[in-house]
């Protein structure tokens, strides 16, 4: 068996590692050393148990060394100081594939009116700026870490520019209870998966109100729309967006309470402080800066009403059934709208 690497002991980066192991011995790295010796000597470490396979290190030399491909899953916030650490460890000769929902923002996004394109990165575009690796790809789909860990049947979407990418993460994550699909299309996958979690913050706060199936597939069906909007605007085509990736996590993603943003939501609408939900969150809900991010974007034309709404209701302190009013106050276009529109 060969080895492959996760980057990251999150409940998502030990979920992955698990999933890896059916195939593969996987070397997992931890910033902490404690972690280490506790994932090292098979302990259960966040509710989830290690594969005999897995075996913990602390040094990104030893990691890169032993392991071509590697997997990081590492929240946002974190990603470059992660990618300037193990930069000198890499060569052209690995294969990075990111599980990392989220974008890099070079500025701080409370302290500007609007942001440029070019002051916002996916975490593909940041590896390709900060490393010698050539051979990209990000993983992504409808992948809550607790159904994983629970050896529930599930997939995902492996994408990149190089179907060498694809084929190397295809081949290493495919099991009797993981499908892998593949796709070049890596701009619009890494869009769908940052875009759905503001969507989901959404749905939990229509469940929290009471809103039943029908305001849910509404929401979702127009949300589906407003990534695609946001995805061609920036260059992505439609198709990213109809897979695994954008329709599946975002089925995922708005109906489950396992979904970190979902329940965001539910307990805004319940009447709690957004400060209080986040400080025993205990993890990163992407979806609340997702909605600032899509706001001091909103110059390039796109549309966006859930994004604006929401922003009006999570940051200028609107009453929910004020930004709900607003949604269903505005002027209603083509069912399918967003296959037509062209930027």
């Known amino acids: ?115 440029d394109k070019t002051q916002v990165l996916t975490m593909t575009e940041l ?14 789909g409808p992948n809550l870490a607790k159904e994983l860990s629970a050896n529930q049947i599930g997939g995902t979407v492996v994408a990149s520019r190089y179907n060498e990418v694809i084929l190397a993460g295809k081949k290493a994550l495919n099991s009797h209870v993981f499908r892998v699909y593949g796709s070049n299309e890596v701009l619009g996958v890494e869009i769908a998966s940052v875009l759905k979690n503001y969507i ?61 943003n979902f329940r965001v939501g539910y307990r805004l609408a319940k009447g709690e402080k957004l400060s209080e939900i986040l400080s025993d969150l205990n993890e990163v809900a992407e979806g609340i800066k997702t909605i600032k991010v899509v706001k001091l974007l909103s110059g390039y034309g796109f549309n966006s009403p859930i994004a604006d709404a929401l922003y009006k209701i999570v940051y200028e302190d609107w009453e929910l059934e004020q930004g709900i009013e607003y949604l269903m106050n505005l002027p209603v276009s083509d069912d399918t709208d967003f296959f037509t529109q062209t930027y």
Do not use: W
């Open 200 to 260: 989901a913050v959404a749905a939990g706060m229509l469940e929290g109100m009471g809103y039943g199936d029908n305001s849910k597939a509404l929401l979702i069906t127009r949300g589906m729309a407003e990534m695609v909007f946001f995805g061609k605007a920036f260059g992505s085509s439609e198709k990213a967006f109809m897979g695994l990736a954008g329709i599946g996590d975002l089925m995922a993603t708005c109906n489950s309470k396992l979904s970190r």
């Open 1 to 115: 068996m060969r080895k492959v690497a996760v980057i990251g002991t999150g409940n998502f980066g030990l979920a992955l590692a698990n999933l890896l192991a059916i195939n593969n011995r996987v070397l997992i790295y931890a910033r902490r050393k404690e972690i280490v010796e506790k994932i090292n000597s098979r302990e259960i470490h966040k509710g989830q148990n290690i594969h005999e396979r897995i075996t913990a290190v602390n040094d990104f030399k030893e990691l890169t060394d032993q392991c071509k491909l590697i997997f990081p899953i590492v929240p946002s916030s974190n990603f470059k100081d992660m990618l300037v650490q193990l930069s000198p460890f890499l060569t052209p000769e690995h294969i990075l594939i990111h599980g990392t929902k989220g974008l890099h923002i070079d500025v701080d996004i409370d302290k500007v009116d609007r942001l």
């Open 127 to 140: 590896i390709l700026k900060e490393t010698s690796v050539v051979r990209v790809g990000c993983i992504s």
